[in-house]
């Protein structure tokens, strides 16, 4: 039987899959779209099968779903429903859902111990320590998330509405917002009420970019969301004792350091690898077969 290992990594903007054959070598990837399997599982289903299908297609093969073994670290994964309601879905011969976090923890300090902070769509922090795992926060945009793209791209809106209204003074920022929606706040209200956290944090760009031509409504949002960076960073630092690697990982985390207190921007270090080697390497590990199954593989 030809083994195949499959890391997913999932997440409110895209779905990325790796394929390792039987040695754990990876031999083929894939990308698809948004696979956030709370706000929603059927659309992440067909993300992570379209992701992992290119996969082998990458790799020369035609899709063997059926005999792969997977490992998923998907945004959403904290609510028990929804795992469930997708693990029944997924056309693996075994597979498990596990937070992003834990594969971009994997992927950023191997088995080592030490921490990790996700800054992207969402928010979420991991530590290891003495083998064991805790998360903090990451309880979703909803409640949670600070300091998020999600977050900070509806603190834009909010930014723009009260320059609009006269509240706050009109800034770039504001007049650039308000252009993407014809100057109109009705368009801004109606595109909020049904936005999901990947859509709010399109803005973020943009909010970067004004608060390095020191816009100062832009610069008033990011040290609001660089302050609940830095306080989850402080609950992480009281875990770890800050020893081991601290890695920031995500679409922002090249933009917040120059935001974040000294003390936080002096540990952080380049993570050893992504998230989705990380997957990978957890999937070898959980599922990984015998030396003998592995010769009859390559037979």
């Known amino acids: 039987m030809t083994v195949y290992f499959l890391g997913i990594d999932g997440g409110g903007t895209s779905c990325r899959a790796a394929l390792a054959n039987a040695d754990g070598l990876v031999i083929g990837r ?4 948004a696979s956030n399997i709370l706000t929603d599982p059927d659309t992440a289903l067909k993300h992570i099968i379209e992701a992992s299908e290119q996969a082998f297609e990458d790799a020369g093969l035609s899709p063997q779903l059926a005999s792969s073994f997977a490992i998923l670290g998907l945004a959403g994964n904290n609510v028990g429903d929804a795992v469930s309601y997708v693990t029944a879905r997924l056309p693996f011969a075994k597979a498990d859902i596990v937070s992003d976090g834990v594969i971009a923890l994997q992927g950023a300090i191997g088995d080592a111990d030490g921490a990790i902070g996700i800054v992207g769509t969402g928010t979420v922090y991991i530590v290891r320590q ?5 998360s903090v926060a990451g309880w979703g945009f909803q409640v949670s998330d600070l300091g998020s793209g999600a977050r900070l791209g509806q603190m834009v ?6 320059a609009y209204d006269h509240i706050h003074p ?3 920022l504001s007049e650039a917002i308000l252009a993407e929606f014809a100057g109109r706040p009705e368009n801004v209200v109606e595109f909020a009420r049904l936005a999901k956290p990947g859509e709010f944090g399109r803005f973020t760009p ?11 409504a832009a610069l008033r949002i990011l040290e609001t ?3 609940g960076i830095n306080e989850a960073l402080d609950a ?9 690697r601290l890695c920031l990982l995500g679409g922002l985390a090249p933009l917040y350091p120059p935001y974040l207190a000294e003390r936080h921007r002096l540990r952080l270090s380049q993570p050893l690898a992504d998230a989705l080697t990380g997957a990978v ?5 959980t599922y990984g077969v015998p030396d003998a199954a592995r010769a009859e593989a390559r037979a």
Not at 157 to 162: F, G, P
Not at 206 to 216: K, N, V, Y
Not at 236 to 244: E, H, I, N
Not at 281 to 285: F, G, H, M, N
Request: hydrophobic content about 40%; aromatic content about 2%.
């Open 236 to 244: 992480v630092a009281k875990l770890t004792g800050d020893r081991g």
């Open 225 to 227: 969301g660089a302050t």
């Open 130 to 134: 003495d083998g064991l795992l805790r």
């Open 30 to 33: 894939g990308k698809s779209g």
């Open 157 to 162: 809106l909010q930014e723009c509405l009260l």
């Open 281 to 285: 390497a957890l999937a070898v590990k």
């Open 170 to 172: 009109m800034t770039g």
């Open 206 to 216: 943009t909010l970067f970019q004004c608060a390095e031509r020191g816009d100062a």
